[in-house]
């Protein structure tokens, strides 16, 4: 089974059992402030700040809460959770652990990837030893199946296919901390959140926020997959250029690299050496690098066919818009419409980036209008 592969051992090796110890020689309050002082943001894509959101589930009164480890992991391209779960399983229990510690939660589950059948077993038997520990408050872990919808990785979506209601997202306010699984606060994190908040309570929110950039502190787990040499598993420091991560998984030839997966950004030849982090390149989980040889074409079809398949369909901007910006491409692609005609669909795009109710469609615009800006000649005036 594979195991990350390390630029810098940074994060490191990490005993069973010691995050959460730290933590139980603190106040719930006092764990929450750690992780605020670590600047630590969620691993999940939209990277907003734990400490706070911990704190916003801890101030909760109701004294129903739960804590969910979103393991739906369905971007394209991303795997990195799955190699967590398997290999570092201890780190990601020990913080759903912490977290439940510090906001009074009773109740852990993992919300699986459907695809991920193969790792029930051994999941079921990791979380039923942790169940048999002695803690000094009362938690109990358990597992929840995806059935394989991308959208469901969407905190809201992912509440409602647990509440037992089709998994699309909701309104917020209220946010799932407020009114979440079984209408009680809930608090979402990504598995990599858990596995480093594990790290931060051993080794200090100081060590942490000396790692990587101002806004970007740590390190970062990227699955890297495409036309390189070397795909697999990588943790770099926030910062890092995309040129060193080329570079380090063997990329040759690049033509472009698709950085934060299909909801991410296409990022031609001479942006290389941009920073990857919040507020530059964005630092999702998954690095997807196309040599000279592919059609970029074919692979901005690919995504949209992707996500016009995976839109819930709940409101019209994303399901409408996926749909046109598909139809669109491909009459461009048969010389049916005109420069003109794409105009409208970059329009098309703002509306959606504005509109939709949802990541998946603010999201979509993303590979369109970077693929189509890095290759316009390759795909409007061929
Ligand atoms: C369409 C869509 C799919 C998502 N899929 C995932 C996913 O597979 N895993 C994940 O952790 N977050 C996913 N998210 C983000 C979650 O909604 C949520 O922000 C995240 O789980 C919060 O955890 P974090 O604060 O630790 O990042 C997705 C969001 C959208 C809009
Ligand atoms: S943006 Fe797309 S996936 Fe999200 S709610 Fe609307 S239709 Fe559903």
């Given at each position: 089974m594979s195991t990350l592969k390390e630029k810098k051992v940074v994060l490191g090796s990490y005993t069973a059992g010691s995050g959460l110890k730290a933590a139980l020689a603190m106040k719930p309050n006092e764990v929450i402030q750690q992780l605020i002082d670590s600047g630590l943001r969620g691993r999940g894509g939209a990277g907003f700040p734990t400490g706070l959101k911990w704190r916003f589930a801890a101030n909760q009164k109701d004294p129903v809460k739960s804590v969910i480890c979103n393991a739906d992991e369905g971007e394209p391209g991303t795997f990195k959770d799955r190699v967590l779960l398997i290999d570092h399983i201890e780190k990601v229990l020990d913080g759903m652990a912490i977290a439940a510690y510090a906001i009074g939660a009773k109740e852990g589950y993992i919300y699986l990837r459907g695809e991920y059948t193969h790792m029930i077993s051994a999941l079921e038997a990791q979380m039923e030893k942790y169940n048999k520990k002695k803690l000094p408050f009362e938690f109990r872990l358990s597992l929840r199946m995806g059935a394989g919808a991308y959208v469901c990785g969407e905190e809201f979506a992912l509440i409602e296919s647990m509440n037992g209601n089709r998994g699309e997202p909701r309104n917020k306010p209220p946010f799932p901390v407020q009114k979440?699984?079984?209408?009680k606060p809930t608090l979402v994190n990504n598995v990599e959140t858990y596995a480093t908040v594990s790290h931060i309570l051993v080794k200090g929110a100081d060590w942490f926020a000396g790692l990587g950039t101002d806004k970007s502190k740590g390190t970062k787990i990227f699955s890297i997959s495409g036309d390189v040499e070397r795909p697999g598993v990588y943790e770099f420091e926030m910062g890092v250029k995309l040129s060193e991560i080329l570079e380090f998984a063997g990329a040759?030839?690049?033509?472009s690299v698709q950085v934060g997966g299909f909801s991410g950004i296409n990022v031609a030849k001479d942006q290389f050496d941009r920073p990857v982090a919040f507020g530059e390149l964005p630092p999702g989980g998954s690095i997807i690098v196309f040599n000279k040889d592919r059609d970029m074409l074919k692979v901005l079809k690919n995504m949209l066919e992707f996500f016009e398949e995976e839109s819930?369909?709940?409101?019209?901007p994303c399901r409408e818009g996926t749909y046109q910006l598909l139809k669109g491409i491909n009459m461009i692609e048969r010389g049916e419409k005109s420069v003109k005609y794409f105009k409208e669909l970059v329009t098309l795009c703002e509306v959606m980036k504005d509109?939709?109710?949802?990541?998946l469609g603010q999201s979509v615009p993303n590979p369109f209008l970077s693929i189509v800006e890095n290759f316009k000649d390759e795909i409007l005036y061929k």
């Open positions: 979440g699984y079984l209408e040759k030839d690049t033509k819930c369909g709940q409101c019209t509109s939709a109710k949802c990541g």
